[in-house]
């Protein structure tokens, strides 16, 4: 049990690393548009300095942000042909750095990388983690009431249906434009948290709306994540609810109820389980959306621009922090299976 | 492949009316997709009409539905923005599962166990030799086909069978389709896109490199299935080489799921598109889509029109692919 879970981890710690490699190098090839962007004032420069004058400019950025070495271990020449760069290139100094804990300096606002995540990361954490859990919790309880066959059974399992099948986007537009809308129903704020951090206010004010500016963006990640569970944990609750030791519970006069919550419900965790490994990367991603729909100043927003404005050390950091969370998720996966499957517990 | 081929009227009459309706309306997405630059629109998608700018729809002048903050036409848009969504996902969903039926069948049928025979290697070598232009590419092509005909001639002449050596085919395909996996897609496409500044077609290729593990595995699992059936066992006995009975006999049945799966697959994909320009990310901004448009109205809230015509048009197209992949994989 153990050594799979550790190989578990070294895998997806490999992989993430390969992906991470792969949009570094990919990334750092378009290096023109780089110093063009890092000099948004290149077009005045234009108009008063020379042509060489502006290339000795871009020069001067590209050996500030290091883009000067050669990319990889071997590159290509002008000339066709290969050769080796040795251990001088952007490709060696970005891996090292990393290794000691360094993600390396934004090209746009100059902070380091780390930092900016870090203050981004404080607003992202609650808002996916109150998602993750009311987005689990939910699913139990729905799931469980859906396995009984209530008489809303089949239109619950069409609306999930459908839920499903929406791109976040839209589920986020749709509550935006519907509950924070001076048109339709202005009960939540629509726009970023500028006014829950006003310095005049106290702090139980501060709080509470902090929380109000909350409500749609952790609904609509919720409501995102929740068909997927929900359907999965009641196919499976059905699958078992028609197991023999289920008619035997049945058999003794148990009601529906108690019968999923004592005894099927933890047989039909485990598949589920699986699903958790997946949960909060995901939730990382639907940050990216929900964070630009409501103008929350989070790790999905700082992605978005990152992209938008190729600040490539950010996204090459956005994805190893991604790939942090999906070996934490992994990492909660086998615990979990630990806790709900006493023969693995016997096992190890 | 593997079933009787129907008659239009049988795939249509045959189903039920939901279906009908999604392929109804999948239909009209594609003609309008495939007939934009012929359609009788009063105005171009890209042309701002700044005398009418936030029109509501039904009102004065020719905009049907409307114009946005910048006084681009509704319409236009959205027909144009079919465009872009059926250009797009339709060849990047075909081209992921031709990929994954490719690469899972491969996985699934000969797993670990193939061999290749060693000219097989050589040119394999000498071929990536010659992608890499790694000094005298012409030789080294040469020299490895001299290579092999000298093995092939040596193996004729002491009628032995071609050294071979071990190719861990699903073990490779496996680690890629679980390293793409890893991180979800939407911060990979994010990432790369950002950095390799793409048209359609670079997109295009995105997509499709980055949503193939999807069929692949899918795939994979049933060919684990069908390698083992009896039809397989014979059509191996009949002496027929295992690529013959890899590409006819066994992979027509292993991509059965997948008749399921490719509209949900093509729904991710225009989920994703529509999600990628949303955030303003991949394409260049001059082309339109829906998921551009609907970003509109985050400059003008009260213009309910501009989000709710492009909303619509997707949900209707994602719902209708739903539906035609349930009735897919309630056939026997």
């Not at chain 1, 139990?140 to 999930?160: E, F, K, M, N, S």
């Not at chain 2, 594609?30 to 998608?45: F, G, I, K, Q």
């Not at chain 2, 699992?221 to 690529?243: D, H, I, N």
Request: aromatic share 8%; with cysteine; hydrophobic share 55%.
């Amino acid at each position: 049990m153990v050594r799979s879970a550790l190989w578990h981890l070294f895998r997806t710690g490999l992989a993430v690393w390969v992906l991470a490699s792969v949009v570094f190098l990919l990334s750092y090839r378009s290096l023109n548009a780089t110093t063009e962007l890092v000099l948004p004032d290149t077009t005045d420069l234009a108009t008063t300095t020379t042509a060489v004058a502006r290339r000795a400019a871009q020069q001067a950025i590209r050996q500030r942000l290091g883009l000067d070495l050669p990319l990889f271990y071997i590159g290509r020449n002008d000339g066709n042909g290969w050769h080796w760069n040795g251990q001088h290139n952007q490709y060696h100094r970005w891996a090292g750095r990393l290794l000691h804990g360094d993600l390396g300096t934004s090209f746009r606002t100059g902070q380091a990388v780390s930092s900016q995540l870090g203050t981004a990361l404080a607003y992202t954490l609650p808002l996916t983690g109150t998602a993750a859990v009311l987005a689990v919790l939910g699913a139990l309880g729905l799931a469980q009431r859906l396995a009984t066959r209530p008489w809303w059974h089949r239109a619950g399992r069409g609306i999930l249906l459908g839920l499903h099948a929406l791109p976040l986007f839209v589920v986020a537009l749709a509550l935006l434009l519907l509950l924070a809308n001076p048109e339709m129903l202005a009960w939540f704020p629509t726009y970023g948290l500028d006014d829950a951090a006003d310095e005049q206010l106290d702090a139980t004010t501060q709080f509470v709306r902090y929380i109000w500016h909350l409500v749609l963006p952790v609904a609509a990640l919720t409501l995102s994540a929740l068909p997927d569970f929900t359907l999965q944990l009641e196919a499976a609750l059905t699958q078992e609810l028609r197991a023999g030791y289920a008619i035997t519970a049945r058999a003794k006069g148990l009601s529906e109820q108690g019968i999923i919550r004592n005894h099927v419900l933890r047989n039909a965790l485990l598949p589920t389980l699986t699903q958790v490994a997946q949960l909060l990367p995901a939730l990382v991603a639907g940050a990216v959306v929900v964070e630009v729909v409501f103008a929350l100043p989070g790790m999905g927003r700082l992605l978005a621009e990152a992209a938008a404005n190729r600040d490539f050390p950010i996204l090459v950091g956005g994805v190893l922090l991604t790939g942090l969370a999906r070996l934490l998720a992994l990492l909660l996966a086998d615990l979990l299976y630990l806790w709900a499957d006493p023969r693995i517990r016997w096992q190890s | 492949m593997g079933r009787p081929s129907y008659p239009l009227a049988v795939l249509i009459f045959s189903r039920s009316w939901p279906q009908r309706i999604a392929l109804g309306w999948l239909s009209v997405v594609l003609l309008t997709a495939a007939l934009a630059p012929v359609l009788p629109l009063p105005y171009l998608p890209n042309v701002p009409d700044l005398s009418q700018v936030s029109q509501p729809p039904f009102s004065i002048g020719k905009h049907w539905l409307g114009t946005d903050s910048q006084g681009l036409d509704i319409l236009s848009q959205l027909v144009f923005g079919a465009r872009t969504a059926v250009a797009l996902t339709l060849p990047a969903t075909v081209m992921a599962a031709l990929l994954g039926a490719i690469a899972g069948g491969a996985a699934g049928f000969w797993l670990n166990q193939s061999r290749l025979a060693a000219p097989y290697w050589l040119l394999l070598v000498a071929c990536v030799w010659w992608a890499l232009s790694l000094p005298w590419p012409w030789l080294v092509l040469v020299g490895a086909a001299a290579a092999s005909g000298c093995l092939l001639a040596i193996a004729k002449w002491r009628q032995r069978p071609l050294p071979a050596w071990r190719l861990p085919l699903d073990s490779i395909v496996m680690a890629i389709a679980t390293t793409l996996d890893t991180i979800p897609r939407l911060i990979l496409v994010v990432a790369i896109a950002a950095g390799t500044s793409v048209a359609i077609q670079g997109m295009l290729l995105l997509l499709a490199l980055t949503s193939w593990p999807q069929p692949a595995r899918l795939v994979r699992a049933q060919m684990l299935r069908v390698r083992v059936l009896p039809f397989v066992e014979a059509a191996r006995a009949t002496g027929f080489s295992p690529g013959r009975v890899w590409l006819w006999h066994a992979l027509p049945h292993a991509v059965q799921p997948l008749r399921a799966a490719f509209p949900l697959s093509m729904a991710g994909l225009l989920g994703l598109e529509s999600t990628l320009s949303f955030l303003g990310i991949g394409l260049p901004p001059n082309v339109a889509s829906w998921g551009r448009l609907l970003a509109g109205i985050r400059h003008d809230q009260s213009a309910w029109w501009i989000a709710f015509f492009p909303c619509l048009c997707l949900i209707t197209s994602i719902l209708s692919l739903y539906i035609l992949s349930r009735h897919q994989s309630s056939q026997p």
